[in-house]
């Protein structure tokens, strides 16, 4: 039997243009592995630029596979959707399903929502996908199986559970890595191997997708689940031998650094068994100097860690992600101090976030001073905490986008999308001169910071004043030079 993959990997603006991302995808090539070893054949349509339907329809054709499976985060959906109903139209026998993370968060849009889909798949789809394939290849009934959603002959939908987590990832082969063509691939993904070693997330931030999908799984205690370090350390050197031109290693994990047992392992034998730089995410709870030291000293150049919000209620209360700027700021210094480089992600136009409170995004930024900073516009996934206040409150519209780099889909009361855009477009250069105000000397940095404040907030002073000195310090600050930017 034979499946192909089908992955939508770039971003389309509203103006035509677009963007790929053209990365792997680890989900894709693990289950791409457990199928050829149950002897399937695989293949992949990995679109990074915008398909013609003539061009897809033919490659369809040209690959004839028993069964078309996509890929689909919320955001790339539309595409599948998109897709699903040219085959459908060309090829009405040919089965078409999605998994992925927008087949746990929505799978109602999937099955009944869309017509030309015949199955969501929801849930880790490393044992459902090899189980369907042979359901299919022995005249089976996939609606007969675990995480499986469809509609039965009577046009009926059915709605199977979900199967327990995998608690052994070790039992999964390698990521089968040579489904993707290198030639599709953006340029860092030649030298850099992602690897995950862990899956889940213990946290509950109310606008990710890990609170929706971690309860939906009946041993959801196990949802934080590493794999060994030995594991890791092979599938590493596996990934070293496969590729002369790998030059670091990218963690894409959540919490590399959730058990200090475990990491501690994984910092010695890395560092004498793979010895390349690596980069990964980290969260500022998990880190004291004693784990930033070993991980500095094991080869990581950069972490990424989310801020998200400045306002300690926005992000205590509404985000749920709890931790104070001081503790933020001493991490990031923490790293500075033992060469890592640092990242921060930061969320704009949130539900209940005003003006002021993005200036505390600003201003523990300024203080923090990561490397990069990256801002992106917050986005309702759905069914998640933050989705379902957004839609309490009437701030949904029926747009949609394709990234967390566009405007906003929310209709706030709090902002215009004018002002949305220059918050997120002047957040870096605002943060750059409150560092400046903030490492002024002494009682200096107290008079600047608060004289810097009270021109955005206070109402003292006439709005067209503020604007005229407001735009001179942000020139002022341009003509500077950009901030220093390392790659991540
Ligand atoms: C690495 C990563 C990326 C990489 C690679 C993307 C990728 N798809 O692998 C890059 C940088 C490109 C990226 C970009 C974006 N990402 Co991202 N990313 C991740 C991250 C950290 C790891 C993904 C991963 O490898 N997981 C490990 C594998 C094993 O799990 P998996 O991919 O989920 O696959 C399993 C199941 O979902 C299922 N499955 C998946 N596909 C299929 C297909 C079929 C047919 C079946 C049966 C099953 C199935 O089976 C797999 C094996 O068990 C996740 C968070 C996370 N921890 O998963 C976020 C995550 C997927 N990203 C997210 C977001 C928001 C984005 C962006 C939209 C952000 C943006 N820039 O605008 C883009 C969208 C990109 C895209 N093309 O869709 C969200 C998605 C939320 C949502 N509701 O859609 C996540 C879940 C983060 C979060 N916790 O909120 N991302
Ligand atoms: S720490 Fe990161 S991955 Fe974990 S729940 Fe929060 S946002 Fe999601």
């Known amino acids: 039997m034979k499946i192909t993959f089908v992955y939508p990997d770039f971003f389309q603006y509203s103006d035509g243009s677009f963007f790929p991302e053209a990365r792997m995808h680890l989900g894709i090539c693990m289950m791409s592995a457990q199928l050829k070893a149950a002897g399937h054949e695989v293949s992949l349509i990995h679109c990074v630029r915008p398909w013609e339907r003539e061009e897809f329809v033919s490659r369809v054709k040209e690959d004839s596979p028993d069964l ?9 959906y539309q595409k599948c959707k998109m897709y699903s109903e040219w085959t459908k139209e060309s090829f009405p026998d040919l089965i078409t399903l999605t998994g992925g993370v927008h087949a746990m968060l929505d799978p109602e849009d999937i099955v009944p929502g869309t017509p030309s889909m015949d199955y969501a798949v929801r849930g880790e789809g490393d044992h459902a996908i090899v189980e369907i394939m042979n359901t299919l290849r022995d005249g089976g009934d996939p609606l007969s199986l675990d995480n499986v959603w469809g509609r039965n002959t009577k046009g009926e939908v059915i709605r199977n559970k979900v199967r327990p987590l995998l608690e052994d990832l070790d039992a999964l082969p390698f990521a089968d ?6 030639a599709l691939l953006c340029e860092d993904q030649k030298e850099r191997g992602t690897v995950m070693a862990c899956r889940g997330c213990p946290y509950n931030c109310t606008y990710c997708s890990n609170h929706i999908q971690r309860q939906q799984y009946e041993n959801k205690k196990k949802y934080v689940r590493f794999r060994s370090v030995d594991n890791v350390i092979k599938e590493l050197k596996s990934l070293k031998d496969r590729s002369s031109s790998l030059s670091f290693i990218r963690f894409d994990d959540d919490i590399l650094t959730w058990d200090p047992e475990w990491f501690t392992d994984f910092c010695k034998r890395y560092k004498a068994e793979i010895g390349l730089p690596f980069v990964c995410n980290a969260f500022v709870n998990l880190l004291d100097e004693e784990t930033i030291v070993m991980f500095a000293e094991a080869g990581c150049e950069l972490m990424a860690m989310g801020i998200e919000s400045g306002n300690p209620w926005l992000r205590g209360k509404i985000l749920h992600r709890h931790m104070t700027n001081d503790d933020i700021v001493r991490v990031y210094q923490m ?7 640092t990242v921060s992600t930061n969320m704009v136009a949130m539900p209940h976030e005003t003006v002021d409170m993005i200036l505390d995004t600003i201003k523990v930024n300024a203080r923090a001073e990561p490397d990069t900073m990256q801002v992106s516009v917050f986005y309702p996934f759905p069914n998640t905490h933050m989705y ?3 839609k309490e409150e009437g701030y949904l519209t029926e747009d949609h986008r394709d990234s967390i780099f566009c405007d906003s889909i929310l209709q706030l009361p ?3 999308q004018p002002e949305m855009k220059a918050a997120r477009e002047n957040v870096h250069i605002l943060t750059s001169v409150y560092n400046r105000a903030f490492k002024m000397p002494g009682p200096l940095s107290e008079m600047a910071v608060k004289s810097l404040d009270s021109l955005f907030l206070s109402d003292h002073m006439p709005r067209k004043m503020r604007m005229r000195i407001l735009d001179h310090l942000l020139q002022r600050e341009k003509n500077r030079g950009p901030l220093e930017f390392v790659k991540y």
């Open 177 to 182: 890595r040579d489904l993707f063509d290198d």
């Open 68 to 76: 078309l499976a996509f890929s689909a985060t919320t955001m790339m």
């Open 335 to 341: 790293c500075h101090d033992h060469g890592i480089k």
């Open 414 to 416: 709090g902002f215009n």
């Open 388 to 390: 379902d206040i957004c």
